[in-house]
């Protein structure tokens, strides 16, 4: 998968969660941007994530990646450890 399949996967995933359209969201979004981006959101968000790229997220994760930048950079750089 590359950069921009990933990038497009991870609107897609946030986007049904969120229940935002997905030409509302840039990859500057942040959690803060979107009321129904909570912390249960977040919960889902990271699971569905980790499902899809076979990756792991710890604690610490879910409470700074807060942005679609930031969510995206830290994936990528799991996939290039695995």
Known sequence: MNKTAIEK??????SKIIDIEIDKLTINSKRQDYETW???ATVIIF?????EFG????EEDLKNLDSIQKIYEKIINKIKTL
Do not use: A, G, T
Request: charged fraction near 35%.
């Open 47 to 51: 699971m569905r994530l980790e499902e």
């Open 55 to 58: 990756v792991s997220f710890n």
């Open 38 to 40: 909570d912390s249960l």
């Open 9 to 14: 996967r991870i609107f897609e995933i946030i």
